[in-house]
């Protein structure tokens, strides 16, 4: 019987889908991009510091904050999007928050931006 419980342990802990992560990057902005058609939810920014870097399964360089309502509600995104071009304008770095669950046409999500001193 315990050679039964261990090996139904081991079967979920092996079968279990591999979690989201988010991660946190200090970062200039280096573009801004604004679309109308739905692609990469509306807006995004191209970091100086790739989210790749952190999170393998997001594309190189670019993140988007969902302004299209997709993983975010449209003021919040948008809120988000001004606040990365005050600092993009001020080239000021960002302390900036991407979930790799939450993916744009392969770009992941940011859920969380801070413009820093």
Not at 50 to 72: E, H, I, M, R
Not at 90 to 103: T, Y
Request: glycine share 6%; hydrophobic share 45%.
């Amino acid at each position: 019987m315990k050679k039964l419980a261990s090996l139904a342990l081991m079967g979920l802990m092996l079968s279990a889908p591999a979690m989201a992560t988010e991660e946190f990057m200090v970062s200039k902005i280096k573009n801004l991009l604004v679309t109308s058609d739905g692609r990469f939810g509306n807006c995004m920014v191209e970091l100086y510091v790739s989210p790749s870097s952190k999170l393998a399964s997001c594309k190189a360089g670019w993140v988007s904050f969902s302004c299209s309502g997709t993983f975010a509600a449209k003021s919040d995104a948008k809120g988000m999007m001004d606040m990365a071009q005050l600092a993009f304008l001020l080239e000021k770095e960002v302390n900036i928050g991407v979930d790799d669950s939450k993916l744009h046409n392969g770009f992941c999500l940011s859920t969380y931006i801070a413009i820093l001193q």
